[in-house]
């Protein structure tokens, strides 16, 4: 099993939709959790980190479910501009490591 | 302004010759880290490291090696060891555990 796993989609949404991603990870020790998203050919920007309570920013939430060792990730009233590869981070703990999933690929329509 | 910086952006260079990617950052991060991502492809952890002067092998070391000898720079070395080394190389650093990355603009190396 995978340390993190993602479904890579592709999601094909309706601007103005709402949709949302899971992730899933192996280690249950791990402690932090982030999002990422990436634009084609360019670095992994930070959207947001995880904390245990859910946080929110603006149109994004995300949750964390330890029991069942998943994040999420719901995107409401998407935007052309959300277009973009989301990235699932885990620091499954120990020495620092960041493991990252492979990602889902999400294209909003107009 | 604060950030990390790679360079260069693109590199290109024949087969069987060594090269080497810069990083370098000015976060005053204990922790940096290099990973390769291939095209669709996620990232994978070659080296990181959490103090001057130490480093470890992540999960595809073979045919690459850094060096940590400041707290700002975390050269990676691409030698001719390295079968595959056309990829989208990315450095990142992190203040500490538990906290989140920040990376670098990504150099796009292509051997030839």
């Known amino acids: 099993r995978k340390e993190v796993e993602q479904d890579p989609g592709p999601f094909n949404v309706p601007e103005g939709a709402t949709v949302a991603f899971n992730c899933t990870y192996s280690?249950?020790?791990?402690?932090?959790f982030f999002w990422y998203r990436q634009d084609c050919r360019k670095e992994p920007k930070l959207l947001m980190s995880?904390?245990?309570s859910g946080n929110e920013d603006g149109r994004f939430t995300a949750q964390l479910n330890r029991a069942s060792q998943y994040i999420s990730l719901l995107i409401r009233d998407s935007k052309l501009s959300d277009s973009a590869t989301y990235l699932c981070?885990?620091?499954?703990?120990?020495?620092?490591?960041?493991?990252f999933g492979q990602g889902t690929r999400l294209t909003i329509n107009p | 302004d604060g950030g990390i910086t790679q360079s260069p952006k693109y590199l290109f260079r024949k087969e069987g010759q060594n090269v080497t990617l810069s990083c370098e950052q000015n976060?005053?991060?204990?922790?940096m880290y290099w990973y390769r991502q291939d095209p669709g492809q996620g990232l994978r952890l070659i080296y990181y490291?959490?103090?001057?002067?130490?480093?470890q092998k992540g999960d595809i070391a073979e045919g690459y090696s850094v060096s940590r000898e400041k707290k700002e720079s975390f050269p990676l070395t691409v030698t001719s060891a390295q079968k595959n080394p056309t990829a989208f190389y990315l450095c990142?650093?992190?203040?500490?555990?538990?906290?989140?990355?920040?990376f670098g603009q990504g150099t796009r190396l292509t051997v030839v």
């Open positions: 990142a650093s992190s203040s500490g555990v538990w906290t989140e990355a920040f």
């Open positions: 280690n249950s020790a791990s402690q932090s």
């Open positions: 995880v904390y245990s």
């Open positions: 981070v885990v620091n499954p703990g120990g020495a620092q490591k960041l493991v």
């Open positions: 976060l005053n991060h204990d922790a």
């Open positions: 490291s959490q103090i001057v002067n130490d480093f």
